[in-house]
Nanobody, 136 residues
Framework: EVQLVESGGGSVQAGGSLKLSCKFSGLDYSSDCMGWWRQSPGKEREGVAAIDSAGRTAYVDSVKGRFTIAQDNAENTLYLQMDNVNPEDTGTYFC??????????????????????????????WGQGTEVTVSS
């Protein structure tokens, strides 16, 4: 079973940076995709960034050029580097490991990581979340 523990959230001013970490275990490196999604006040869940087993990445348009996802399998840690943040980035950020039913790319994982049920997903494992607050 996959286990995920996030850290690194906090408060930051607009234009600043923050780095989130997710310590993971139980991952199937040959197939699982990993990523981050967020729940912002008054908004629906949104996939933010994803990385697939081949190392390809995908981002939601609103964070492209500002956020960077990286996976260190030697350290069993997933990262999300958040630069030039703005108040719209405020929310609870969740680490996710997606175990696919078939081969899955980062782009596909980005759109499926918040789903509870989907034919292409065996299971989405979520962490407990970490809070990010960006003040203007």
């Amino acid at each position: 079973e996959v286990q995920l523990v996030e850290s690194g959230g906090g408060s930051v001013q607009a234009g600043g940076s923050l780095k989130l970490s997710c310590k993971f275990s139980g991952l199937d490196y040959s197939s699982d995709c990993m990523g981050w999604w967020r729940q912002s006040p008054g908004k629906e869940r949104e996939g933010v960034a994803a990385i697939d087993s081949a190392g390809r990445t995908a981002y939601v348009d609103s964070v492209k050029g500002r956020f960077t996802i990286a996976q260190d399998n030697a350290e069993n840690t997933l990262y999300l580097q958040m630069d030039n943040v703005n108040p719209e980035d405020t929310g609870t950020y969740f680490c996710v490991a997606t175990r696919p039913s078939r081969s899955m790319t980062a782009v596909q994982a980005l759109g499926l990581m918040t789903r509870l049920h989907h034919p292409s997903v065996k299971y989405n494992y979520w962490g407990q979340g970490t809070e990010v607050t960006v003040s203007s």
